[in-house]
């Protein structure tokens, strides 16, 4: 049984010498044009990052490592007497691109567990803070005070070479990772539960288990287990997405781990980003009080119109990048299928008869150019089944997932000696002289 600094130690030359061979071999090949529209439309389709730990097509969702989700379901070790993937064999497999073994698997959940503790300062912040506070803004306000402790800003302090800077980076990223749960968890409490005593961390329990004990539903094993999946499956899409490109931004100033997590947490919280799992249930809910009890394709395509007329998007559809519906969908109802407590569910039901129907009514109406569910559509509906229906909360639980590819990109991107990320950008009357001249 190796340790992820171990397995870390060996990979990160070979990768080194590969990316030294990209550079002295092809450093001035083409990996595309950047075109005006480019520019003005967000960046979409520009090849423009290196992100190693996973890549997303279009068509056919996101792979990990070159594993699909169902490869991870397959190869990834679960929970002691449970089924889905966890944290911990995500994490490993993000980082180092090895499929851990079932003790190396613990050995990391034991790490987490043993440093699971908050400070005594963050947990006074965060009870300091009014219960109407976003929880994202107090989850981005938490993991911001974390960086007391960071051990990169005080080993740069100290004066480190750059071939150090790894090491500290993946000793922060460790350390927050481990520390979300107990971060996220009190929050919920301190907001929805206050006055009521938090559990503790069991040593022997993987990072989710703790979370949702943590979170009040640690004896709901089926809840357990759709949270070791949601946070597994979304805890990385490559590069590009805004919570995962604005870690990699700030960190690229050498700003430490906790604060470009920070950074990377206020992008999640934005109605198109992670705030859709959010908003998802508002509208399903706004839905269901509309149309009553009469549920019907017909019901559902008007309120789809009215939404998209009154000129707002229909929340959990549409992508950047996937042109399909969204793999991680696709895991999320199957986690239903299999048992017939969620099928018989009103809101679990909402959500799939949408699915039947908007995609159509999104092709009808134009715009989008992927008419199909992404993760957020299908996320919310199964923590309100069981009992969490606090879906100001949700994007929260996404926050903990991020964690496990941003930070593992933190700890590359250090390994890599990747440099400060600063595009070139240009005014209107400079794109029209460049082009005007062709
Ligand atoms: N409902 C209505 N209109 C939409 C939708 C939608 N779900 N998706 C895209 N459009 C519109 C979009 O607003 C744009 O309109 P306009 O020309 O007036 O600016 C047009 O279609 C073209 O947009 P696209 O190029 O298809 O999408 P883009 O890449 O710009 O944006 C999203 C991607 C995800 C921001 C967009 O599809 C969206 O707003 N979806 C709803 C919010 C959502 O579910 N976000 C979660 C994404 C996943 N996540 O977890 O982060
Ligand atoms: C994500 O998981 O980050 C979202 O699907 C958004 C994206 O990939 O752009």
């Given at each position: 049984t190796k340790t992820i600094r171990e397995v870390l130690q060996e990979v990160i030359p070979q990768k080194q010498a590969q990316l030294q061979e990209l550079k002295a071999k092809h450093s001035q090949a083409s990996l595309g044009d950047v075109k005006v529209e480019n520019v003005i439309g967000g960046?979409?389709?520009?090849?423009a990052m290196l992100w190693d730990a996973s890549v997303l097509d279009p068509i056919e969702g996101i792979r990990f490592h070159g594993l699909s989700i169902p490869d991870c379901q397959k190869q990834l070790t679960p929970a002691p007497g449970g089924k889905e993937i966890i944290a911990e064999s995500m994490l490993w497999l993000l980082l180092t691109g090895r499929v851990p073994t079932e003790a190396e698997t613990r050995q990391l959940s034991r790490e987490f567990a043993e440093k699971g503790d908050l400070p005594k300062h963050v947990e006074q912040l965060i009870d300091s803070l009014p219960k109407t506070l976003h929880p994202m803004t107090q989850l981005g306000m938490g993991v911001a005070a974390l960086n007391h402790d960071s051990q990169f800003a005080a080993a740069y302090e100290r004066g480190i070479k750059k071939s150090e800077y790894w090491t500290h980076t993946l000793e922060d990223c460790i350390n927050l990772i481990a520390r979300l749960p107990a971060l996220a968890a009190r929050i919920y409490r301190n907001v929805y539960k206050p006055g009521t005593p938090i559990a503790g961390i069991n040593k022997d329990l993987d990072l989710v288990g703790n979370y949702v004990n943590m979170l009040g539903y640690g004896h709901n094993h089926d809840l357990t287990e759709y949270l070791r999946l949601y946070i597994a499956i979304h805890?990385?899409?490559?590069?590009?997405n805004a919570s995962a490109h604005t870690a990699h931004l700030v960190g690229s100033t050498l700003s430490d781990p906790y604060l470009s997590y920070a950074a990377a947490l206020f992008a999640l919280a934005g109605p198109l980003h992670g705030l859709a799992n959010q908003e998802v249930l508002r509208w399903q809910m706004n839905m269901q009080k509309e149309i009553g009890d009469k549920i019907t394709h017909e019901n559902i395509k008007e309120f789809l119109w009215k939404t998209l007329k009154s000129g707002q998007v229909v929340p959990g559809y549409g992508h950047g990048v996937l042109r399909n519906p969204d793999p991680r969908f696709i895991a999320l109802q199957e986690f239903c299928s299999t048992r017939p407590e969620l099928l018989a569910d009103p809101v679990i039901q909402l959500v799939k008869q949408t699915y039947e129907v908007a995609p159509g009514v999104l092709k009808e109406h134009g715009k989008t150019k992927n008419p199909y569910p992404n993760v957020d559509a299908a996320s919310g509906c199964v923590l309100y089944h069981y009992g969490l229906t606090e879906f100001k909360y949700y994007t929260v639980i996404f926050g903990v997932s991020r964690a496990l590819g941003a930070l593992t990109q933190l700890v590359w991107a250090r390994a890599l000696n990747l440099p400060l990320e600063r595009p070139k950008s240009l005014s209107i009357d400079a794109i029209k002289q460049i082009v005007e001249k062709q």
């Open positions: 960046m979409r389709g520009l090849k805890g990385d899409h490559e590069g590009g």
